[in-house]
């Protein structure tokens, strides 16, 4: 065995399609000085299993709706859904007898930098998204003045203008607002509600503390136009035991306390959206969705750098879809550092988001087994597999998921690594399945009967388009347009839409003189009859939308993470047509 095969980095590896492609000297290099030092973790013995939870125990079956939470209109938000705008959705998914109201990461991303909008590039898995607050909610505890004056209604009616979500007109309402609300707090608050915060700092500990030290750091870096996270700011506050650090923090204790209180109002906000649905039987809970890493100069990694790979980023090898391969820009964890720490900073990420879910999908569960590192300077093209103690990872998670009785999914997509979704099965960790990509040895898409047992099944992801969408096309069109595509490129790929939509019709029982309508229903009629334990409706599809949330392999060419849904959220929650291509996927 080669020094980097007993340090988990294999010489080459297969991309789809089976061609083997060789990991370049530079390459192997640069991992393995990252991992060299520490011992190799041993061989995990653990049989641990993850929750089950009892409606899916003896062959029961369970369903949701997925929804973009940044994505709701309603009459009273501020220009983003928010955290009451979610305690509307569960109830009405609780009253169509849902199990689960699924949403996208809702972790802390850059308050100082609003622009950076997207959910799975987060400052900290750890913590909350604090855009998600809504002020008027926080008013009523807070006995705040009127916070909607007149200059906040000109920022709210902007931010709330179009189809497309401004960040930064969100952030520029809400942050008055959010200063008004800390400003009451400190001067109003009773004692009941002080001991309340108190003890919501004293259980966030160090990580906690760190977090609101970084906020305050990057508003005030930011004041200063130096954006772009810790990488941009001097190299003294790169580190936060710096002594430059320690003085900051003792001058700015009213900032830290700020970002602090603001990672209070959104745990009670979310506590209180999570347990809108605890009176219906079964309840519906939150299935909540959890990043597969953390922006590099980030929150997350700027307070607990020990456990981060330095001078790597996160992604994917070539492929057909992706010739030049993936580079996801985040920051992985290291291996030998997470098995020398017991795998805490795993766990840490796990329950900050269990503590509000009844599931949880980990994006890219496949980096249990192996990640894509890619060194600095260097191409997607050029990276090189890491492996990971995947039976530890398996173990540690299905040990938080009975702590927090919560089921989980790992997102399983892409070339996976041989026996790792066998494995996930033995953990009780569902594997996932998308419809109009789930095919048997022959290539034909899989009927009814054919799903495995230990699956979430879903017909659309925010990675690709709504039903509607993939019918008509749109999506095809959009792309063309962004790569300036020929007529022959279009042609081809709309003739493989015409292949793909034909053999699904005949799984799902439509043909194309079917509505979109009644595509939707059908599909998620399919899914709804298929052995999956659990089967998500997108509200994209529910609400017949045609554009897709994210366009993978673009930035600003297409509006991602920024699309909003058609219509106010009281409205098509009243609405026969929504209700009933929701109750599709109803089990």
Not at 12 to 19: L, M
Not at 20 to 29: D, F, I, Y
Not at 374 to 401: C, L, N, Q
Not at 441 to 448: L, V, Y
């Amino acid at each position: 065995m080669t020094e980097y095969e007993s340090l988990g980095l294999p010489t080459s590896y297969h991309i789809v399609g089976g061609e083997r492609r060789e990991v370049p000297e530079s390459t192997l290099e640069a991992l393995a000085e990252i991992l060299r030092g520490y011992d190799a973790p041993p061989a995990s013995l653990s049989q641990a299993k993850a929750y089950m939870p009892p409606q899916l125990q003896d062959g029961g079956k369970a369903w949701g709706v997925a929804v973009q939470l940044y994505a709701l209109r309603s009459k009273r938000n501020w220009g983003i859904g928010d955290f009451t705008d979610l305690a509307h959705v569960v109830r009405w998914a609780a009253d169509l007898g849902a199990d689960y109201v699924g949403v996208n990461p809702l972790h802390a991303l850059f308050l100082a930098d609003p622009a950076r909008r997207s959910p799975y590039y987060p400052s900290s898995r750890l913590f909350l998204n604090v855009l998600y607050i809504d002020p008027e909610a926080a008013a009523v505890g807070e006995e705040a003045a009127e916070l909607r004056t007149p200059e906040t209604e000109a920022l709210i009616a902007e931010a709330r203008a179009g189809d497309r979500i401004d960040y930064q007109s969100v952030a520029a309402a809400k942050k008055p607002a959010f200063e008004a609300l800390f400003a009451a707090f400190e001067a109003n608050a009773i004692d009941a509600r002080r001991t309340m915060f108190a003890q919501f700092r004293e259980a966030g500990g160090q990580a906690l503390e760190r977090h609101a030290l970084f906020e305050a750091l990057a508003e005030h870096h930011a004041a200063k136009a130096c954006w772009g996270g810790f990488h941009a700011w001097p190299e003294e506050y790169q580190d936060p035991e710096s002594d430059a650090v320690a003085a900051f923090a003792a001058e700015h204790q009213d900032r830290i306390r700020f970002h602090a209180y603001l990672q209070w109002i959104a745990k009670l906000q979310l506590d209180d959206a999570a347990g809108a649905g605890v009176a219906a039987q079964p309840a519906t809970t939150l299935y909540l969705d959890l990043a597969v890493g953390a922006a590099p100069d980030g929150s997350e990694v700027w307070s607990g750098a020990d456990a981060y790979a330095r001078g790597v980023r996160l992604g994917a090898p070539p492929d057909p879809m992706a010739l030049s391969g993936q580079d996801w820009g985040l920051a992985p964890m290291n291996p030998r550092m997470l098995a020398a720490q017991g795998y805490a900073p795993l766990r840490a990420v796990l329950a900050a988001s269990m503590t509000y879910a009844g599931a949880l999908r980990i994006d890219h569960v496949l980096g249990y087994d192996r990640q894509f590192w890619i060194p600095k300077d260097a191409t997607a093209t050029t990276g090189g597999y890491v492996k990971f103690p995947r039976g530890d990872m398996i173990a540690a998670t299905a040990e938080e998921s009975q702590a927090h009785h919560c089921l989980v999914i790992g997102e399983d997509l892409g070339t996976v690594p041989e026996g790792l979704t066998e494995a996930l099965h033995a953990a009780n960790i569902l594997s996932y399945e998308v419809a109009r990509w789930t095919r048997d040895e022959e290539g034909n898409f899989q009927t009814a009967e054919d799903y495995p047992r230990l699956c979430l099944a879903v017909a659309s992801t925010h990675d690709i388009a709504p039903i509607p969408g993939w019918l008509s096309g749109t999506d095809i069109e959009a792309r063309a347009a962004i790569e300036d595509q020929t007529e022959d490129q279009r042609a081809w790929t709309r003739g493989e839409r015409d292949a793909e939509r034909r053999g699904l019709f005949g799984v799902w029982g439509v043909h194309d003189g079917h509505s979109p309508e009644e595509v939707v229903e059908a599909a998620h009629r399919f899914l709804a009859r298929s052995n999956a334990a659990v089967v998500m409706a997108a509200l994209e599809d529910v609400l017949l939308q045609e554009e897709q949330v994210n366009m993978p392999g673009t930035m600003d060419e297409h509006p991602n993470w920024a699309v909003r849904y058609a219509s106010d959220l009281e409205d098509w929650t009243k609405d026969e047509g929504a209700r009933r291509l929701a109750l599709a996927a109803a089990r």
